[in-house]
């Protein structure tokens, strides 16, 4: 995704920064990593408190496959709704959790 994009996306969560990361695109803010772009789709972070509104909402959890051993493992984000993609107030919730998620992981 585009960066200027994913600025716009999250301006009301204050600056951030794009790192690029497994081929893809992680997103921070002051407290941390918060989301992250892989193959094409935006992801916020879930832990205890978040990933069950992520749940109830449908959307639907990164899980990785490793390509050598097919083995899967269930990542700590969460695929956002195609219509929060839309805008930055669209996006305002899950990417609200997603903060609150990071800075609880830093403490």
């Known amino acids: 995704m585009d960066e200027d994009y994913l600025r716009d996306l999250f301006a009301p969560f204050g600056p951030i920064t794009i790192k690029r990361m497994f081929g893809g695109q992680g997103v921070y803010c002051a407290h941390g990593i918060f989301a992250l772009v892989a193959f094409d789709k935006l992801y916020v972070k879930g ?3 978040a990933s069950p509104v992520y749940e109830a909402e449908g959307m639907q959890r990164w899980v990785y496959e490793n390509p050598k051993t097919g083995r899967q493992s269930a990542m700590p984000y969460w695929q956002v709704p195609d219509e929060a993609l839309e805008s930055a107030d669209a996006m305002e919730p899950w990417g609200r959790l997603a903060v609150e998620t990071a800075r609880r ?3």
């Open 105 to 107: 992981a830093r403490k």
């Open 47 to 49: 832990d205890d408190q």
